[in-house]
């Protein structure tokens, strides 16, 4: 995908409906007559909305300012959890998409890159890595360091809840360590879920301390020194048709990492299919039906 078939790629983040590109390539327009720009680097500016909702705006700030010593800093977090590997973290999580030579990925949440080149490195030679963050200062940081031999890599400042592609675009989308402070989290599941083709992965992790090591000393330090350690997997915003889901711990059983297909539909249960061997009519709606009335009876 090249630079140019790259911006004809790009649709209204928000309707999904195709936008048009400027003569010299500097500009898109959505039918309402948005413009989003086009930086002299070739990052997209496409962020929706133009005022982001106040938690994403925080985000956007706070890792704007952290974006030159934000390495460091993720580096630290991985030595005091568990002193846990973190390039061999890395190399875990993205294994988990099963990239190939050639695929099309997309990375929600690039930050300075780390990631980001693993994923370029698994999908050379041809392959195409779009890589998006709410932080200017960021993705500029990744897209001075990130080699582009033999694979095409693209740039847009993007909000994960509204991303600016049409259905079944990607073969993966990965996102880690920003998806428990989104502002629109369900919204975003389902995007990062839509613009997977079905047989696709979606690769998704944060903060979350396991259940399990709640109550030991150490990890309630951890808890009352960083509240984003509290957050619950959020199992609830997955939406319904995936399959072949796995939820992994990871260092120091302080942060999740969840996978899963991405399927065409949602799994149909048959409530109507009669059970084999019964010389009666029963079947899964039969037995909800008489479950309820027994409720019933019994609360009367």
Same mark, same amino acid.
């Given at each position: 995908?090249?630079?140019q078939?790259?911006?004809?790629?790009?649709?209204?983040?928000?309707t999904?409906?195709?936008?048009?590109?400027?003569?010299?390539?500097?500009?898109?327009?959505?039918?309402? &007559? *948005?413009? /989003?720009?086009?930086g002299?680097? &070739?990052?997209?500016?496409?962020l929706?909305?133009?005022?982001?909702?106040?938690?994403?705006? =925080?985000?956007?700030?706070?890792y704007?300012?952290a974006?030159?010593?934000?390495?460091?800093?993720?580096?630290?977090?991985?030595?005091?959890? #568990?002193?846990?590997?973190?390039?061999?973290?890395?190399?875990?999580?993205?294994?988990?998409?099963?990239?190939?030579?050639?695929?099309?990925?997309?990375?929600?949440?690039? &930050? *300075?890159?780390?990631?980001?080149?693993?994923i370029i490195?698994?999908?050379?030679p041809g392959g195409?890595?779009?890589?998006s963050d709410?932080? $200017? #200062?960021?993705?500029?940081l990744?897209?001075?360091?990130l080699?582009?031999?033999?694979?095409n890599?693209? /740039?847009?400042?993007g909000?994960?809840? +509204?991303?600016?592609?049409?259905?079944?675009?990607?073969?993966?989308?990965?996102h880690? &360590?920003?998806?428990?402070?989104?502002? %629109?989290?369900?919204?975003?599941?389902?995007?990062?879920t839509?613009?997977?083709?079905p047989?696709?992965?979606v690769?998704v992790?944060?903060?979350?301390?396991? $259940?399990?090591?709640?109550?030991?000393?150490? /990890?309630?330090?951890?808890?009352?020194? #960083?509240?984003?350690?509290?957050? %619950?997997?959020?199992? %609830?915003?997955?939406?319904? #048709?995936?399959?072949?889901f796995?939820?992994?711990?990871?260092?120091?059983?302080?942060?999740?990492?969840?996978? +899963?297909?991405?399927?065409?539909q949602?799994?149909?249960?048959?409530?109507e299919?009669?059970?084999?061997?019964?010389?009666?009519?029963?079947?899964w =709606?039969? =037995?909800?039906?008489?479950a309820?009335? %027994?409720?019933t009876s019994?609360?009367?």
């Open positions: 995908m090249t630079h078939e790259f911006l004809h790629a790009l649709v209204c983040p928000l999904t409906t195709p936008l048009e590109v400027s003569a010299d390539g500097k500009r898109l327009s959505s039918q309402d &007559g *948005t413009v /989003y720009e086009v002299d680097t &070739g990052i997209v500016n496409m929706y909305p133009k005022e982001l909702l106040e938690e994403d705006a =925080r985000e956007q700030y706070l704007d300012q974006f030159q010593r934000y390495d460091r800093g993720v580096s630290w977090v991985f030595q005091t959890l #568990n002193h846990s590997d973190e390039a061999a973290t890395r190399e875990f999580m993205i294994s988990l998409m099963g990239l190939k030579p050639g695929m099309t990925v997309l990375e929600v949440g690039a &930050g *300075t890159g780390k990631d980001s080149a693993l490195d698994q999908i050379k195409t890595a779009v890589l709410l932080s $200017p #200062n960021m993705l500029r990744a897209q001075d360091k080699p582009n031999d033999d694979v890599v693209h /740039y847009f400042l909000n994960g809840s +509204y991303l600016p592609f049409a259905d079944d675009t990607f073969d993966a989308v990965f880690f &360590g920003g998806i428990n402070t989104f502002s %629109e989290r369900k919204r975003a599941f389902d995007e990062l839509r613009v997977v083709r047989g696709g992965k690769v992790g944060d903060e979350s301390i396991a $259940p399990w090591m709640r109550n030991q000393p150490t /990890y309630q330090t951890l808890l009352k020194a #960083n509240p984003l350690f509290r957050a %619950e997997v959020p199992l %609830e915003d997955i939406p319904a #048709n995936i399959e072949q796995k939820l992994h711990w990871i260092f120091g059983n302080a942060f999740y990492v969840m996978e +899963y297909v991405v399927s065409a949602a799994p149909q249960i048959d409530i299919l009669p059970i084999p061997g019964k010389d009666f009519v029963d079947n =709606r039969l =037995r909800a039906e008489k309820e009335a %027994e409720q019994s609360a009367q």
